[in-house]
């Protein structure tokens, strides 16, 4: 079992950044940042694999930054460049698959609670 808990969420203007975390209760090969708007399905964004081999969907790509502190078992997104579609619950998950791949991150195990961010103009 893996417990994940994120923090770091906020409101912030347009163009504005934070940083994410997801802390692991022990190391997770695969980890992933989700996020769901409000009426909108929920979606994996960035994923980040023990080796520190990290993928993005194009939308966050150039703007979000993936990262892992796997002494700590700690799992972070910075976000730059904040769009009003950013706005979401970002969630973050995690898998001990052997592979990593963004598609398989609706099936990850392991989910924490969601931290709330919010864009504003």
């Known amino acids: 079992q893996v417990q994940l808990v994120e923090s770091g969420g906020g409101s912030v203007q347009v163009g504005g950044s934070l940083r994410l975390s997801c802390t692991a209760s022990?190391?997770?090969?695969?980890m992933a940042w989700s996020r769901q708007a409000p009426g909108k399905e929920r979606e994996a964004i960035a994923l980040i694999n023990g080796g520190g081999g990290a993928s993005y969907i194009n939308s966050v790509k150039g703007r979000f930054t993936i990262s892992r502190d796997n002494a700590r078992n700690v799992m972070y997104l910075e976000m730059n460049s904040l769009k009003p579609e950013d706005t979401a619950t970002y969630y973050c998950?995690?898998?001990?698959?052997?592979?990593?791949?963004?598609?398989?991150?609706?099936?990850?195990?392991?989910w924490g609670q969601g931290t709330r961010v919010t864009v504003s103009s």
């Open positions: 998950a995690a898998s001990n698959s052997r592979l990593c791949w963004t598609s398989d991150v609706p099936t990850f195990p392991y």
């Open positions: 022990t190391f997770a090969n695969c």
